[in-house]
């Protein structure tokens, strides 16, 4: 559960072979790339509420098709405290930064 207007950073890792999504929240769109051995962080900043499907976008095997989440965008207040996801800390140094716009792939 998220917060609209709130930043969030989403640090992933995969167990096992590449995956990728893309998140359509709003009129925005953010995509990432999750891959083994290597942290994956995301920066979102969610404007609009609702309820949105994350699916796997790459092809990973076996159960790629079951590979999926939700997440829940609310307004500021309609959270109670313990619910709430936490808002981005500062990037860690050891983090690969992915988002719509972003052109430091690997830079």
Known sequence: RLTAGEEYE???????????????MGGTSYNAVVMPKTVTALKLEPKTTGTYLIVCSEYCGIGHDTMYFSVSVEQAGALPEETRAEPAPNPSPKTKGHAHGDDSHGK
Request: net charge neutral.
């Open 10 to 24: 989403l640090r992933m890792l995969s167990a096992d072979v590449v995956h990728a999504f893309s998140i359509q």
